[in-house]
């Protein structure tokens, strides 16, 4: 809650100054002197976020193609729609680190090692949708983490990461339906 002293402080006390700020390091993009994060850090987890999202891209994918039994048809294009949104989620990422005037790291040499989440097949149908489940929830803790980190430091980042996290939990509890049916 703002104090007294501070709602009663013009919104933008200097103009002219704005417009000279604005004009100097316009080579940073949009990252103004108003930025509060650790630029470079904000960078180095984006692409672990950037890592996480494409080994769950990789995982989703395989599982697509390789769900086989009674349930496959629909499971299958559960899979597919979520490879889909979490390369979108990838691109938020990368879309960022450049917007913060960084590199995104395609590597697929270092992915995995940076991913939050692991890279793992499953031998059935069951197994697929747990292991999706498992790295659904890891995401899931690792982006809370990560926006509580950012708190109001980097507002644009943190509400990227928040429409990811509310796709990430919704993914989970698709993951947590289709273990219910499954297990019946």
Do not use: W
Not at 107 to 121: G, T, V
Not at 131 to 143: P, Q, T
């Amino acid at each position: 809650m703002p104090s007294p002293k501070e709602k009663n402080r013009p919104f933008l006390t200097d103009v002219a100054e704005l417009r000279r700020r604005a004009r100097k390091h316009m080579d940073m993009g949009a990252v103004t002197e108003s930025y509060k994060a650790d630029r470079k850090q904000v960078i180095k987890i984006l692409n672990e976020v950037l890592a996480t999202e494409l080994v769950c891209v990789l995982r989703y994918k395989r599982h697509y193609f390789m769900a086989t039994g009674i349930h496959a048809q629909s499971v299958a294009a559960e899979f597919l729609e979520h490879a889909n949104e979490e390369m979108a989620h990838a691109d938020i990422a990368a879309t960022r680190i450049t917007q913060l005037g960084g590199m995104p790291d395609f590597n697929p040499d270092i992915l995995s090692k940076r991913s939050h989440s692991e890279y793992a097949e499953g031998n059935s149908l069951l197994d697929m949708v747990q292991e999706d489940l498992i790295a659904e929830r890891i995401a899931v803790e690792s982006y809370n983490e990560f926006i509580r980190y950012l708190g109001d430091d980097d507002p644009t980042t943190r509400i990227a990461m928040e429409q990811i996290l509310a796709k990430e939990e919704e993914h989970a509890d698709d993951m947590k339906k289709l273990l219910e049916v499954l297990s019946k």
